[in-house]
């Protein structure tokens, strides 16, 4: 507990708890510099015997760590575990990612980094194991929202956004989110407004899904974001559809807890929505 308070006093809004009874947290971690270029997301699960017989569980988020890359940043940490066998490491480990990030950014290493989400999970032949049949959404139906704009959103009245209970299923955790829209800038707005709670803008995954229906063209406005959860934002659009709701946003948080769900992530995801919007 002294530690975790320490780090929490020390990071600030860069720690985040994102389940205090399960002791599951998340540290953003950049390399310092006013503009930082590379970033990575360390969540940490502290088991009963941390840290005097058990090392922390931990998940490294950043698109750009593979291979190579992450092996050696895992050895890094293992090797401050031995080195501190029954002490608390999480403050060396944090810095220890720093000090590598640091490096990156002042190497000559012009590669620059993806900062675009990849899913920890990846699945084959598993299409007959989801909770709904996918079928792709025509790409002419789908009509891309800009959210690069510099036009005021003082004119849209922010809709009220509902929170549905949150499931965990080993060590992850899913919670639903609704609001309904009637334009993309209440969607944008919706967004903006639960990106300001940092638990839900430390979520591994914020998968979310729309429908607007224009009635001067009798068509719909729609649109989806997987986040990194590879086809989750295409079969939570067609849950919407197939339940055939109208002027509704709905996002689906995930706190990825350390072990693999495969197919059951997409039915907790569809569920969690399915339940928030039948409420």
Not at 62 to 85: F, H, K, M, P
Not at 215 to 237: I, M, S, V, W
Not at 252 to 268: Q, T
Request: charged share 25%.
């Amino acid at each position: 507990l002294d530690e975790i308070e320490a780090l929490s006093s020390i990071y600030g809004d860069d720690w985040c708890v994102v389940d205090e009874d399960e002791k599951v947290y998340c540290i953003k971690i950049s390399d310092c510099l006013e503009q930082p270029k590379w970033t990575l997301c360390l969540q940490v699960i502290l088991p009963p015997g941390y840290p005097t017989a058990e090392p922390p569980v931990y998940q490294l988020n950043a698109s750009w760590l593979r291979g190579q890359d992450y092996t050696e940043l895992a050895n890094s940490l293992e090797e401050i575990y031995v080195q501190n066998l029954g002490e608390s490491i999480l403050y060396l480990w944090v810095e220890k990612i720093r000090e590598v990030l640091i490096e990156k950014a002042q190497s000559s290493d012009p590669a620059e980094p993806d900062n675009k989400k990849t899913s920890e999970e990846v699945d084959e032949d598993n299409e007959d194991d989801f909770l709904f049949d996918y079928q792709p959404v025509q790409e002419e139906s789908i009509k891309m929202l800009n959210f690069i704009t510099s036009e005021s959103q003082e004119d849209e009245e922010l809709p009220l956004i509902q929170h549905g209970n949150p499931v965990t299923d080993r060590r992850s955790t899913f919670q639903a989110h609704l609001a309904p829209v009637v334009t993309p800038k209440q969607v944008k707005r919706v967004l903006e407004k639960l990106y300001e709670n940092k638990k839900i803008a430390s979520a591994t995954h914020n998968i979310y899904a729309y429908r607007i229906y224009c009635e001067d063209k009798q068509t719909f406005l729609q649109d989806c974001e997987d986040d990194g959860e590879t086809a989750a934002g295409g079969r939570l659009l067609h849950l919407m559809q197939i339940l055939n709701v109208h002027n509704v946003l709905v996002v689906v948080s995930r706190w990825y807890g350390g072990i693999l769900l495969g197919p059951d992530r997409f039915k907790h995801i569809n569920n969690c929505a399915r339940t928030i919007l039948v409420e």
